[in-house]
């Protein structure tokens, strides 16, 4: 029963710092897509996985702070397909990186110190598919300049 339910709440800092301490997997990068935005999470069946991270997360996807380009990058492993979405509120710059697909959903979440520009990090997951952390940090390594330790402007780009 602990095990099912540890999944309601986000994970504590030194646990998602040492997910993204995990080895680098092989994907490869497809095609942007236009994808939901983080306020229309649940409307659907489809987006329900990526709701209930983002509450589980503690966060409000009706929050009117929330930024968005309505676009994600899709991307290949292992043949299967994922969707990896970012978004950040506006006036702090804190931010989601979530990867899903029909089922599981993984995210993190950088809550950005404005005096120093730490970051201090949550993450949580819904469903089975334990690779996504894997997949979102060779993402995010190798095609952005995104740190879990220090929040940089414009670092969803890669320098």
């Known amino acids: 029963m602990f095990l099912n339910s540890s999944a ?18 092989k994907i490869e990068v497809l095609e942007e897509v236009e ?12 987006s329900l996985n990526r709701l209930q991270v983002v509450n589980n997360l503690n966060l409000k996807t009706k929050n009117s702070q929330w930024l968005s380009t309505g ?3 899709k991307i290949s492993y292992d043949k299967k397909i994922y969707n990896i979405y970012n978004t950040e509120y506006k006036e702090y710059g804190h931010n989601i990186w979530l990867i899903y697909d029909e089922k599981n959903a993984f995210a993190y979440f950088r809550k950005i ?8 990090l949550s ?3 819904v469903g089975q598919n334990k ?23 414009n670092d969803w780009y890669k320098e």
């Open 71 to 73: 676009q994600c990058q």
């Open 123 to 125: 993450c949580n997951e």
């Open 8 to 25: 309601l709440y986000a994970e504590s800092s030194k646990e998602c710092m040492s997910y993204w301490n995990l080895p680098i997997k």
């Open 113 to 120: 110190n404005i005096k120093d520009q730490s970051v201090v």
């Open 35 to 46: 994808c939901e935005d983080i306020w229309n999470f649940g409307k659907d069946k489809s």
């Open 131 to 153: 690779e996504l952390k894997f997949i979102l940090n060779s993402y995010l390594k190798n095609n952005t300049s995104v740190s879990m330790e220090k929040y940089k402007a």
